[in-house]
């Protein structure tokens, strides 16, 4: 019963969150619609910090999107055991550097007193919450090894599951405590994070490779172009 | 020609006093809200000296401005994927420590303290985290301090002069210095908005006024790196980035900006300048010997036929063309040609010029005795107190040539009225500096009523906005829609944060 829950309607409520929410808070408070960096009052431990954490959070969130959405590929590609302990060695490595990052981060906001003073109670569960995700993670890593592989029989199917709305909570079920605490976190983390600071992920500024150095506006007449 | 008006300014330094009025009219405006306690939308520096934030100018630490790369004109923090790969930590970003920790002192003791032998102290309390504090830096800390190992002689301007120039700058009872007021300048190519990555900043066409949206900052701090002037904060408080509004909405009710109704020195002149926006580019790339000429050319003449129907094309109105040619501004930077931009060599074109101070300059000889000798006026301007490499460095890109000659003819202006009112200076002698300045009797008549006697509306030439109009025939009407939500454009309450 606890596992349908989590396993085939949490997902459903995460998601909606997370869509709902976002478009909730960008229509009704988009002012708010970034998250509030400390580097101004505290830089040098926030370079080792969120340097190493961002990227390695980008790199491993793309390797497991990578995953889930072509399996195939992946499985052509570790039929090779060469190629299979590449992946899990680059991901381990990335894994580390992120909780380097993250533990970082953490320790920052709580030893830095200007820090402290913008931070706030959801702040801190937010980065417990990471903290518990990044750990779960590694810990697969190490005591479950080889998970590129034994996810397309697990995992992934069950995301794709999830997907077609037909979810299969078998796929997960007898999977170990480990396995479960990721997933379920994971999605925890999807449903709050348009409530949280995670909310930058939106925000991300790609249009500036491409607009004008310089923006003028006019108030009564549209620039001509 | 694209004609666009911009409101200037002029900020005459031979009158600055250095009562920081400006500062105290600015942040009791704008500034007196949490996260913003340590902005200093307008600050008054003591040169030489590092300035606010400390070491503002040097571009090798901050990267703010631009450069020329080839034949491009690129900001100098870099390319574009460049910025982008650096939003998680800007490594040229000022910390608070490089401007000051804001603090309140613990009054309550004053009053609470139980009886003792001693007498209780309030002693300074930090406004970021409420903690006890050593003070070790704050507001106009490097004031007066000319002389100062910490702050006059680590000035990035004296890295061009000899040792010599220094130690004869710095020497006891010769050491020199002057004010130097700054604020946002509104420049026709600016840094900060060139490096938002979120396009939160933007110039507005009618007035010049460079503005940041709150709502669609999303607080990734380029702005304060890419400000050469670094006159863009970042507010910890918000987590936006905010900076001088010109305060639109004075001028948008006819009133100057509140730094300048303010100057007790009346040192500071506001008005509107037109200029050709197709150049700016083209400007902004010049040689750096040659960019105030060309800062200058860029300025068109409001009386010329030819600009008066590009401004109308445009959209300017004849109450602006009117105070354009009204322009105090105008006749100090083009007619006059006495105002210069401040590091012209950072080439975003601000819109604050200076008329570099005269007094400091003129030698002192014998004794500590000011000795200004008839019949070397421009001896003294060769071996001044304060060496023309100096002055060159902020007011002229470098360019000796530029600011010897405004100062040629700020001494003009001076022994032709000494002349006349004093009679200490043969009227022979007067004539012989106007021609080695090269102006006129009435040009320099002119000068001396601009500069000693003007009045308030001369000073000040606002035109009218009539915003009203503007916001009723607005093609998207946001302003009514937003109409009675006041501040700097938030439509709800801007608290953030725990």
Excluded at chain 2, 7 to 27: E, N, P, Q, R, Y
Excluded at chain 2, 363 to 381: H, L, P, R, S
């Amino acid at each position: 019963m606890i596992n349908i829950f989590l396993f085939a309607i949490l997902p459903y409520i995460a998601v909606t969150a997370a869509i709902v929410g976002a478009i909730w808070r960008y229509v009704t408070n988009r002012y708010s619609f970034s998250t509030i960096s400390s580097q101004f009052l505290e830089g040098r431990r926030l370079f080792w910090g969120s340097v190493p954490w961002h990227w390695g959070i980008i790199t491993v969130l793309l390797g497991h999107l990578f995953v889930v959405l072509l399996p195939l590929v992946v499985k052509g590609f570790i039929s090779a055991p060469v190629r299979l302990y590449l992946i899990e060695g680059t991901g381990f490595a990335l894994g580390m550097l992120l909780l380097f990052g993250l533990i970082l981060l953490l320790f920052r906001r709580a030893i830095s007193p200007r820090v402290r003073a913008v931070t706030s109670t959801f702040d801190v569960v937010l980065l417990v919450l990471l903290l518990v995700q990044a750990v779960a993670g590694l810990g697969i890593a190490i005591f479950y090894r080889w998970g590129v592989s034994w996810s397309l029989q697990t995992a992934v199917p069950w995301m794709w599951s999830l997907a077609s709305f037909s979810p299969k909570v078998e796929y997960m079920a007898d999977l170990p405590v480990l396995v479960k605490i990721h997933a379920v976190n994971a999605w925890v983390l999807i449903g709050i994070f348009p409530f949280t600071r995670l909310v930058h992920i939106l925000s991300i500024p790609l249009a500036y490779i491409w607009r004008p150095y310089q923006r003028v506006t006019w108030y009564r007449r549209q620039p001509q172009q | 020609m694209d004609v666009r008006a911009q409101v200037a300014m002029v900020f005459h330094l031979d009158k600055c006093i250095g009562c920081h009025t400006c500062s105290i009219a600015c942040k009791n405006l704008w500034t007196s809200r949490e996260g913003t306690e340590y902005m200093w939308w307008n600050n008054v520096e003591t040169k030489p000296g590092t300035g606010y934030p400390t070491l503002w100018e040097d571009q090798d630490k901050y990267r703010g401005g631009w450069e020329v790369k080839g034949n491009q004109l690129r900001p100098r923090l870099g390319p574009r994927l460049g910025v982008l790969s650096q939003l998680f930590y800007n490594p040229y970003l000022p910390v608070m420590d490089d401007y000051y920790e804001p603090w309140t002192y613990d009054y309550e003791t004053l009053a609470n303290a139980p009886a003792g032998d001693d007498q209780p102290t309030a002693r300074p309390v930090s406004r970021v985290t409420g903690r006890y504090i050593d003070l070790e830096a704050g507001p106009n800390w490097d004031d007066d301090l000319s002389g100062s190992t910490t702050y006059a002689r680590n000035d990035t301007n004296l890295s061009n002069l000899t040792d010599a120039e220094r130690a004869s700058l710095f020497q006891i009872e010769q050491m020199v210095f002057f004010y130097l007021p700054r604020i946002c300048n509104h420049c026709l190519n600016p840094g900060c908005v060139a490096v938002c990555p979120s396009g939160a900043i933007y110039k507005r066409a009618e007035d010049g006024a460079v503005l940041i949206s709150q709502e669609k900052c999303r607080g990734w701090r380029f702005c304060v790196s890419g400000c050469p002037y670094k006159k863009t904060y970042y507010n910890w408080r918000t987590g936006k980035s905010e900076k001088c509004i010109l305060c639109y909405p004075r001028l948008e009710m006819g009133q100057t900006s509140s730094c300048f109704h303010s100057c007790v020195g009346r040192i500071r002149y506001q008005g509107i300048l037109f200029y050709d926006a197709d150049r700016i580019e083209e400007v902004a790339r010049a040689p750096e010997s040659e960019l105030v000429e060309a800062q200058r050319s860029i300025i068109l003449d409001p009386k010329d036929a030819a600009v008066e129907a590009g401004a109308k094309k445009n959209g300017i109105n004849d109450a602006w063309i009117d105070a354009a040619r009204r322009s105090p501004i105008y006749k100090f930077v083009k007619d006059w040609e006495l105002a210069l931009p401040l590091h012209a060599e950072f080439r975003t074109l601000p819109n604050l010029f200076y008329v570099p101070p005269l007094l400091p300059v003129i030698n002192a000889t014998k004794k500590g005795v000011y000795e200004i000798a008839e019949t070397d006026y421009f001896g003294a301007i060769e071996s001044a107190r304060v060496p023309m490499k100096y002055m060159a460095s902020l007011f002229s890109a470098g360019n000796e040539e530029i600011v010897k000659k405004v100062l040629k003819k700020l001494i003009a202006v001076r022994s032709h009225r000494q002349s006349k009112k004093v009679g200490n200076i043969s009227e022979n002698q007067a004539n012989a500096l106007l021609v080695e300045a090269g102006c006129t009797a009435s040009e320099v008549e002119q000068i001396f009523r601009m500069t000693s006697l003007p009045r308030y509306e001369d000073r000040f030439v606002i035109p009218p906005y009539q915003r009203e109009r503007d916001v009723e025939t607005a093609p998207d009407r946001t302003a009514i829609k937003q109409k009675g939500q006041t501040g700097l454009g938030f439509t709800q309450a801007p608290r953030r944060g725990p």
